[in-house]
């Protein structure tokens, strides 16, 4: 009789998606695959879905861009009913692989996607069953099985379990203090109608997100004749306004053409390559290598002029270049200079490279992170992802437009508040923010700093933290000098028999085949994680789709070994 390998996806996301694509894809009938889902649908996930996007809110990434499933973005537009396309202002014959789509249609793609695979399934005979609207409450290992507990009593034993729960947003003061948000999600939750100025904390996507719900509930975008976007303020909401408060008092870049798919780039470092370094190099991937590799040689090919100009720079220098770029300019000034830049960009579909490549480099690197030493990886945190996080957060052209109509009509304002701000939640309601030794009360206040890299305690299925099979995540230093300086500091580190020093990151420990280790390094094969929130200490960069479809290759490689 044949033994079929009992595979359980828990989360029907994009990264559930992507996993349960890789095992139709295997061609192999010797799995049995079981899809739990918390919601009523499979594929759209958090970003893609009511819980993460409304009308208003469109994708930064296009058709060209996104990793390949069954059928093209731009072919599966042209059969989407006439009136869900009025909806959303599109028209199918004008629509092509190089366009954004509202998230909610995109959730609606990632959907159909979803059911494709499961037809090729059932057509290749690979067994399959999916739980809808249920819940995990906890993984068990058993040491040779894995149970899984839903809906806090029901369990199902398993072979192997690939945790995909995507996104997560913990509440700590919402709910509790009114006009308090701790994230901007669900966004329907602001559609709220306000006449007082909104504090903002962070300016990237996720601020944009609450911008856009805030502006439609409080006013009205108006298009001249001209073509340039202007925004009225509603009668109720004279005194409405929008304040972001960021620490480097800058706003993320705009969306200009890509030329590749970070999958398909082919500058970048081979697996073999990065293995060979890593042990030439005392078991430590240097940050300083990657950067002058996947970073500074593609560049000379496609920008030499602007090589010229960088392939002396370390990379401290090469930030601080850039940045002082953008310091020296009004926000909303450069906002609409690279906004200009970028449409040339997307009319002539021509990148612009060194900005490209740095949304490259941050993906080549998040693969390989876990090999950094704690001193590298503190670079990179402090000095390196400052900078990719402004320029590959790529503000969709529509964004772009709306921002600036809001900040000429007085209604949206960027203040830099450093490192040491601090917002301190007021019990009957709003937030002081503290800042430059000013302290700003306001009535409404929401975190829009993005998805956090949680703690190890944070992981929700306490059992295997309770029975030590996960560990928090941590990195060896180069030079024990430095990390016992670091632990004098205060810092979180530690020190082993051996003398070697370890500084603690956050989520939990995985190899590279993204499986968990336990309490003594040994590795698991019958636990997989891909929920990006826990694992951000080795995996830095949330890459999206990209991601998605890099971890569940090396995941089902790793499954039919």
Same mark, same amino acid.
């Given at each position: 009789?044949?033994?079929?390998?009992?595979?359980?996806?828990?989360?029907?996301?994009?990264?559930?998606?992507?996993?349960?694509?890789?095992?139709?894809?295997?061609?192999?009938?010797?799995?049995?695959?079981?899809?739990?889902?918390?919601?009523?649908?499979?594929?759209?996930?958090?970003?893609?879905?009511?819980?993460?996007?409304?009308?208003?809110?469109?994708?930064?990434?296009?058709?060209?861009?996104?990793?390949?499933?069954?059928?093209?973005?731009?072919?599966?537009?042209?059969?989407?009913?006439?009136?869900?396309?009025?909806?959303?202002?599109?028209?199918?014959?004008?629509?092509?692989?190089?366009?954004?789509?509202?998230?909610?249609?995109?959730?609606?793609?990632?959907?159909?996607?979803?059911?494709?695979?499961?037809?090729?399934?059932?057509?290749?005979?690979?067994?399959?069953?999916?739980?809808?609207?249920?819940?995990?409450?906890?993984?068990?290992?058993?040491?040779?099985?894995?149970?899984?507990?839903?809906?806090?009593?029901?369990?199902?034993?398993?072979?192997?379990?690939?945790?995909?729960?995507?996104?997560?947003?913990?509440?700590?003061?919402?709910?509790?203090?009114?006009?308090?948000?701790?994230?901007?999600?669900?966004?329907?939750?602001?559609?709220?109608?306000?006449?007082?100025?909104?504090?903002?904390?962070?300016?990237?996507?996720?601020?944009?997100?609450?911008?856009?719900?805030?502006?439609?509930?409080?006013?009205?975008?108006?298009?001249?004749?001209?073509?340039? %976007? &202007? @925004?009225?303020?509603?009668?109720? *909401?004279? #005194?409405?306004?929008?304040? +972001?408060?960021?620490?480097?008092?800058? !706003?993320?870049?705009?969306?200009?053409?890509?030329?590749?798919?970070?999958?398909?780039?082919?500058?970048?470092?081979?697996?073999?390559?990065?293995?060979?370094?890593?042990?030439?190099?005392?078991?430590?991937?240097?940050?300083?290598?990657?950067?002058?590799?996947?970073?500074?040689?593609?560049?000379?090919?496609?920008?030499?002029?602007?090589?010229?100009?960088?392939?002396?720079?370390?990379?401290?220098?090469?930030?601080?270049?850039?940045?002082?770029?953008?310091?020296?300019?009004?926000?909303?000034?450069?906002?609409?200079?690279?906004?200009?830049?970028?449409?040339?960009?997307?009319?002539?579909?021509?990148?612009?490279?060194?900005?490209?490549?740095?949304?490259?480099?941050?993906?080549? %690197? &998040? @693969?390989?992170?876990?090999?950094? *030493?704690? #001193?590298?990886?503190?670079? +990179?945190?402090?000095?390196?992802?400052? !900078?990719?996080?402004?320029?590959?957060?790529?503000?969709?052209?529509?964004?772009?437009?709306?921002?600036?109509?809001?900040?000429?009509?007085?209604?949206?304002?960027?203040?830099?508040?450093?490192?040491?701000?601090?917002?301190?939640?007021?019990?009957?309601?709003?937030?002081?923010?503290?800042?430059?030794?000013?302290?700003?009360?306001?009535?409404?206040?929401?975190?829009?700093?993005?998805?956090?890299?949680?703690?190890?305690?944070?992981?929700?299925?306490?059992?295997?933290?309770?029975?030590?099979?996960?560990?928090?995540?941590?990195?060896?230093?180069?030079?024990?000098?430095?990390?016992?300086?670091?632990?004098?500091?205060?810092?979180?580190?530690?020190?082993?028999?051996?003398?070697?020093?370890?500084?603690?990151?956050?989520?939990?420990?995985?190899?590279?085949?993204?499986?968990?280790?336990?309490?003594?390094?040994? !590795?698991?094969?019958?636990?997989?994680?891909?929920?990006?929130?826990?694992?951000?200490?080795?995996?830095?960069?949330?890459?999206?789709?990209?991601?998605?479809?890099?971890?569940?290759?090396?995941?089902?490689?790793?499954?039919?070994?």
């Amino acid at each position: 009789m044949e033994i079929k390998k009992r595979v359980a996806i828990l989360g029907g996301g994009p990264s559930g998606l992507f996993m349960f694509k890789r095992l139709v894809e295997s061609g192999d009938t010797d799995f049995v695959v079981t899809v739990f889902e918390r919601k009523n649908r499979l594929g759209a996930g958090m970003p893609y879905s009511a819980e993460g996007a409304c009308d208003e809110h469109i994708t930064n990434v296009s058709g060209n861009e996104i990793p390949e499933l069954v059928t093209a973005l731009d072919q599966w537009v042209q059969h989407v009913p006439k009136d869900t396309l009025d909806k959303y202002h599109l028209e199918a014959k004008r629509f092509n692989e190089f366009k954004v789509l509202p998230r909610l249609l995109f959730g609606q793609y990632l959907t159909a996607q979803f059911d494709l695979l499961q037809k090729r399934a059932k057509e290749i005979g690979l067994e399959f069953t999916v739980y809808y609207n249920t819940e995990v409450t906890d993984v068990i290992d058993r040491g040779n099985t894995v149970l899984v507990e839903v809906d806090g009593s029901e369990k199902f034993e398993f072979d192997h379990v690939v945790i995909c729960t995507g996104h997560n947003w913990p509440k700590k003061h919402e709910g509790m203090i009114p006009g308090f948000f701790d994230s901007p999600y669900p966004p329907s939750k602001l559609g709220l109608q306000l006449n007082h100025a909104v504090a903002i904390t962070g300016s990237s996507l996720t601020a944009v997100d609450a911008i856009r719900t805030l502006a439609r509930h409080n006013g009205t975008f108006v298009k001249k004749e001209d073509g340039e %976007l &202007n @925004y009225e303020l509603s009668a109720e *909401s004279p #005194e409405f306004k929008m304040v +972001l408060h960021t620490r480097n008092g800058m !706003l993320p870049a705009v969306r200009f053409h890509l030329d590749d798919s970070h999958l398909e780039n082919d500058s970048l470092l081979s697996d073999e390559e990065i293995k060979a370094h890593i042990k030439a190099n005392g078991g430590f991937l240097s940050l300083d290598y990657i950067f002058e590799k996947d970073f500074k040689l593609p560049i000379q090919e496609k920008e030499p002029e602007f090589y010229e100009q960088i392939k002396d720079m370390r990379m401290e220098e090469f930030v601080a270049a850039m940045m002082d770029l953008r310091e020296k300019l009004d926000p909303f000034q450069l906002l609409k200079a690279e906004y200009a830049e970028a449409a040339k960009s997307i009319k002539r579909k021509k990148s612009i490279y060194w900005k490209e490549m740095l949304g490259v480099l941050s993906f080549a %690197l &998040n @693969y390989p992170a876990k090999h950094l *030493s704690a #001193e590298d990886m503190q670079r +990179l945190q402090k000095t390196l992802t400052p !900078l990719i996080s402004i320029v590959i957060a790529y503000i969709p052209q529509s964004s772009s437009e709306e921002l600036l109509a809001l900040h000429a009509a007085g209604v949206l304002e960027l203040i830099p508040v450093g490192e040491d701000s601090e917002v301190e939640p007021v019990a009957s309601g709003g937030a002081i923010y503290h800042y430059d030794n000013r302290h700003v009360f306001f009535q409404t206040y929401i975190n829009c700093t993005g998805q956090p890299h949680l703690k190890f305690e944070e992981f929700p299925f306490k059992s295997l933290i309770k029975d030590r099979t996960i560990t928090p995540a941590k990195l060896k230093y180069k030079d024990p000098n430095i990390g016992l300086k670091d632990q004098q500091q205060g810092l979180a580190v530690t020190q082993d028999d051996h003398g070697d020093y370890y500084l603690r990151v956050p989520g939990i420990t995985i190899n590279d085949n993204f499986q968990v280790a336990d309490a003594y390094g040994a !590795l698991n094969d019958r636990i997989y994680v891909m929920a990006v929130p826990y694992i951000g200490g080795y995996n830095p960069d949330y890459s999206g789709l990209d991601f998605s479809e890099e971890a569940s290759a090396i995941i089902i490689k790793s499954l039919r070994a």
